[in-house]
């Protein structure tokens, strides 16, 4: 059973940073595409990057210019570097992965979130 463990998350204030992790354990098949949503208070969760393969990724228009995806097939890790971060950023980050290894689908894995707070 895969299990998605993040960690990372805290209190931040406006413009700061804040890197995110998320360790994938129970398998070591390497995942297609890892990737990183975000719900905040109220609002539906939405993308905010993914990584497929090795090298391409996709961001939310949103954190473009101030997110970095990364990942480390060796560890089954997928990081999330925030930069520049905003009040709008708040929200509980989820890490996923695709159940099947490949596509995303409505049965993926998630982790249990982490709670990222911009504030002053």
């Known amino acids: 059973q895969v299990q998605l463990v993040e960690s990372g998350g805290g209190l931040v204030q406006p413009g700061g940073s804040l890197r995110l992790s998320c360790v994938a354990s129970?398998?070591?098949?390497?995942?297609?595409?890892m990737g990183w949503y975000r719900q905040a208070p109220g609002k539906e969760r939405e993308l905010v990057a993914t990584?497929?393969?090795?090298?391409?990724?996709n961001y939310a228009d949103s954190v473009k210019g101030r997110f970095t995806i990364s990942r480390d097939n060796a560890k089954n890790t997928v990081n999330l570097q925030m930069n520049s971060l905003k009040p709008e950023d708040t929200a509980v980050y989820y890490c996923?992965?695709?159940?099947?290894?490949?596509?995303?689908?409505?049965?993926?894995?998630w982790g249990q979130g982490t709670q990222v707070t911009v504030s002053s």
């Open positions: 996923r992965v695709p159940r099947d290894g490949y596509y995303y689908r409505s049965n993926d894995y």
């Open positions: 129970g398998t070591t098949f390497i995942f297609h595409i």
């Open positions: 990584m497929t393969g090795p090298a391409s990724t």
